[in-house]
């Protein structure tokens, strides 16, 4: 009996242990706190942006064709979580997790055919692959304006791991790393730009400032910061990362990312969780425009680098499509905190329904949607859209016209 006694004891003091010790959390919204190219984590599914273990289980990683750089012959590993780091199964060390990064990103922005993306624009497909099977799974697509170096066209779904169903092809007639696809549309030169200058936004805001300075504009403390056209948040699990590439990136006012685009991406988010197990749902998210500020009696349209690249958007939209009941609304965000009163209904282009649809809570919010400091966001029926936005064709999408195309309601039962 005194034995049973004492193996219990211990049977609990080591649960007590096991409980006291810290879990172990993959941060994937956090940049600094995860490798730079992170594996997929095959044992355990995200929740709210992380990937959490407790002390003792154990947590398995793959990265199918991309081995760990510390374990150079492996693509898969075995890792028991122990004080918040990690007991490699292979040689029983202890590890941090930022030593068990791939040689190479899971994800790829590949060159690849994309519907009504014609020349003078060219394709993109985010994807990934399987790290059991090996299979190609495409997340979002991009339409890319590379003459000007932004995105004018993405399109993600909140199907089951966003697996975003695109026409007959084959997928090896894609390159299948972003090396292959230096010499097309996203070269290499643009990808440097396009990291360099959205990755320093006091950087941005020299170039701005002397871009201006002859004109002796006053910003009124107002800066530039980067923002991405698809939110993390639209992806599931630990697709979320796949919105770092810097296809997806523009320039927005610092009060306008802060503002209504943050709260537009954070209820279309929620849509979207909330769709998920009743109906499918699909999200484009573009650009239209070229802002323009008033330098004296004229104005002067704002492109970050010579020949007419990178420039700054004048509207920030996301429309979200319900295909099978025919309905959707667009969402457009006027980009511009500097826009007079006199200004604001030439800006807006449709009769807006914000205030109708039901499940924009964060913008709803005291009318902040009305605020040009934070962005004026209008909410346009997809017929209406189409006919001034030609980034987003009206045959992409079949809605009815009217009231009933309108998706204002989260009618998921």
């Not at 949607?369 to 001034?388: A, D, I, K």
């Not at 936005?389 to 039962?413: C, H, I, K």
Request: aromatic fraction near 8%; glycine fraction near 4%; include cysteine.
């Amino acid at each position: 009996m005194a034995s049973l006694k004492i193996i219990a004891l211990s049977a609990f003091c080591f649960q007590l242990a096991l409980l006291s010790e810290p879990p172990c959390v993959m941060e994937l919204e956090c940049a600094e706190c995860v490798p730079e190219n992170m594996p997929v984590v095959t044992s355990h599914r995200a929740a709210n942006g992380s990937v959490r273990a407790r002390a003792g289980e154990e947590a398995r990683a793959g990265v199918r064709g991309r081995q760990v750089l510390a374990y150079p012959l492996h693509e898969s590993l075995r890792a028991v979580c122990e004080a918040g780091r990690y007991r490699v199964a292979l040689d029983r060390k202890l590890r941090h997790l930022l030593e068990l990064g791939c040689q190479e990103s899971v994800f790829e922005d590949v060159l690849h055919q994309v519907d009504r993306c014609g020349a003078p624009y060219q394709g993109r497909a985010y994807q990934m692959r399987e790290p059991i099977t090996g299979t190609v799974r495409h997340l979002a697509t991009v339409c890319y304006d590379e003459d000007r170096a932004v995105a004018i066209r993405m399109h993600v779904t909140n199907a089951a791991r966003n697996h975003l169903q695109l026409p007959p092809h084959e997928d090896h007639t894609a390159p299948l790393s972003l090396l292959g696809n230096f010499n097309h549309m996203f070269d290499a030169k643009t990808r440097h730009d396009a990291e360099k200058l959205y990755s320093d936004d006091a950087r941005m805001n020299r170039r701005l400032h002397e871009l201006f300075k002859h004109d002796k504009y006053s910003f009124a403390a107002q800066k530039l910061t980067s923002a991405n056209l698809l939110s993390k948040h639209y992806f599931e699990d630990q697709n979320m990362r796949v919105t770092d590439f810097v296809s997806n990136k523009v320039a927005v006012w610092e009060s306008v990312a802060e503002g209504n685009l943050r709260h537009l991406q954070r209820d279309v988010a929620k849509l979207l969780e909330m769709a998920r197990p009743h109906e499918e749902l699909e999200v484009y998210a573009g650009t239209h425009g070229v802002l323009s500020l008033r330098t004296g009696h004229a104005r002067a349209e704002v492109f970050l680098r010579a020949a007419r690249r990178f420039p700054v958007p004048r509207f920030v939209w996301t429309a979200v499509v319900a295909r099978a009941r025919r309905a959707g609304v667009a969402l457009v965000l006027l980009n511009d905190p500097f826009v007079a009163v006199s200004e604001v209904r030439a800006a807006v282009f449709c009769d807006s329904a914000c205030g109708g649809v039901a499940w924009l809570h964060e913008l709803r919010r005291h009318r902040n949607y009305e605020c040009p400091l934070q962005g004026l966001v209008f909410c346009c029926h997809l017929h209406n859209f189409t006919s001034v936005v030609s980034e987003m064709p009206l045959d992409e999408v079949q809605v009815d016209a009217g009231v009933a195309g309108m998706l204002n309601n989260n009618l998921f039962v």
